[in-house]
């Protein structure tokens, strides 16, 4: 089976400039989350899907991030513009239920610098 | 929203010993508690998780304890090897909820 699939795996940006990354979750997989972990901390919360309705997105920073799910498989996290602060990795994760009673399998991430 | 503690942040132990890693929260309706590993460069990954209607939990190795009284859970990984070193998290998630609330994470590395 395979894996959730992130790209790209590195991305180095300047600071006001913007980034896309992309994420294909494992095939049947109902819920899609993103998280964000900064060096040194565990992941948290930017948005989670349902299909492709948004269930909760209270921690997205919405003036400069936004998400979508389209047809309800990939996803795609924007950030235009980027702040120093937004250098991280961005994880996304799937699972196979509508609510959080089961495993999480993640993607490898994709590490984001902000110069 | 809920909060998760967790401790230590890094635990250095002698290959065959035992490594504990301790968590807390603080919402009482928490009630499914996941633990994730994460190697170097890749994701976490689920290596054990329990319930609150379970007291302990064991896999092989490793075994997860819960007290819902005193809102703590522990990781306890026995007859440590080189191959289990790496960030383990600990989660509390709300049942029906949309969140898992992770701790900060503990770097262990097992010296051969």
């Known amino acids: 089976e395979a894996g959730v699939a992130q790209s790209p795996r590195y991305k180095i940006i300047e600071k006001r400039q913007s980034v896309a990354f992309w994420c294909n979750p494992i095939s049947g997989h109902a819920t899609l989350y993103w998280y964000q972990q900064i060096l040194g901390q565990g992941p948290k919360l930017l948005i989670q899907f349902q299909n492709n309705g948004v269930v909760d997105d209270s921690q997205l920073p919405k003036d400069r991030f936004s998400a979508e799910r389209l047809k309800g498989v990939d996803s795609t996290l924007k950030i235009q513009p980027a702040k120093l602060e937004d250098s991280a990795v961005y994880l996304c994760?799937?699972?196979?239920?509508?609510?959080?009673?089961?495993?999480?399998?993640f993607g490898e991430g994709s590490r984001l610098t902000v110069l | 929203g809920e909060n998760v503690e967790q401790h230590p942040s890094t635990l250095s132990v002698q290959e065959g010993d035992s490594a504990v890693i301790k968590c807390t929260y603080s919402d009482s309706a928490s009630n499914y508690f996941p633990w994730y590993k994460q190697e170097l460069g890749k994701g976490p990954q689920l290596i054990i998780d329990?319930?609150?209607?379970?007291g302990e939990k064991k896999d092989q190795r490793i075994a997860v304890t819960l007290n819902k009284t005193a809102k703590h859970f522990s990781l306890h990984i026995t007859e440590t090897q080189p191959e289990d070193s790496a960030v383990y998290f600990c989660a509390a998630s709300i049942g029906g909820g949309n969140q898992f609330y992770f701790g900060t994470g503990t770097s262990l590395t097992v010296i051969p």
């Open positions: 329990i319930r609150s209607n379970v």
């Open positions: 994760a799937s699972s196979l239920g509508a609510a959080n009673t089961g495993e999480l399998f």
